[in-house]
């Protein structure tokens, strides 16, 4: 017998995927009890602002981290791709369920689809990462910000104040709104996000019963692409001023194959690499240094001068 007390954020989507972890482990461990500890981040108080400019999306997670550190909760679940590469001291991210879909998702206003959407279309999205990729797909597009929860931004293309916006598909089919989405984009002409799709399991490493019964859940080829690509971002030393892609997968042979994706922040050029067949440590490496060498290095710098 055992409580495990879990953090979580408020949000919707915190929340669903919060209770999605919790009636997995209660099927793999009926004799434990959970309860749920609801934490409002700084992080949430401040969605309406530029979050990079407060210290980024590692603003939610390091709050979280801090429960679990001073023992008010044991266990937190995290989207992957919002966890910086550096957790706190002591914790670790000992479970890693099979991903979800990794695949960014087109919602239009009217069912149009990404190619067919006319001429200066406004698409909403505040990510570099989807501005970018979205410049380089369709150049005549107009990309405006747009933050807040799933369900807002969902709201704004409904009412017609976008003709189309961008998520990511699994947030949304976790969410059960899967049958909004007008389009799934190809992950080889839209790359993924770092960690989309992946949620991390986080808890404190000298909690040896729970590091383990997580490690025992945990999916291993998902945790080999979490870490191709969590060494590819943590190398070009991601900050949240330069968009960066990174989507590890199994290539027709089998092997784990990554594919990077860093582009220029002041809008001119980008640049691609894949590579396979290597431990996911070394392909992250492999394909971070490779970017770097090739140019990566000066879009790095530009934004850090910037
Ligand atoms: N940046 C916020 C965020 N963090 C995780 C998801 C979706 C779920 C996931 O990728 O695991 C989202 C929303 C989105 O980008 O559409």
Known sequence: MRTIRVASRRSQLAMTQTNWVIDELRARRPDWTFEIVPITTKGDKILDVTLSKVGGKGLFVSEIEDVLTAEYADLAVHSLKDVPYELAQGLVLAGIPLRADPRDALISHDGTTLAQLPEGAVVGTSSLRRAAQLQTLRPDLRVEPLRGNIDSRLRRVIDGEFAAIILAAAGLSRMGWQDRITEYLDPDAFIPAVGQGILGVECRASDAELVQELGRWTDPFTADCAVAERTLLTELQGSCQVPIAGYAR??????????????????????????????????????????LQRGAANYLRAASEG
């Open 250 to 291: 199994r290539n027709s042979a089998g092997d784990l194959t990554l594919t990077g994706f860093v582009a220029n922040p002041q809008g001119a050029g980008s640049l691609r690499f894949e590579a396979a067949g290597m431990e996911p440590a070394a392909l992250g490496s492999i394909v971070a240094q490779t970017l």
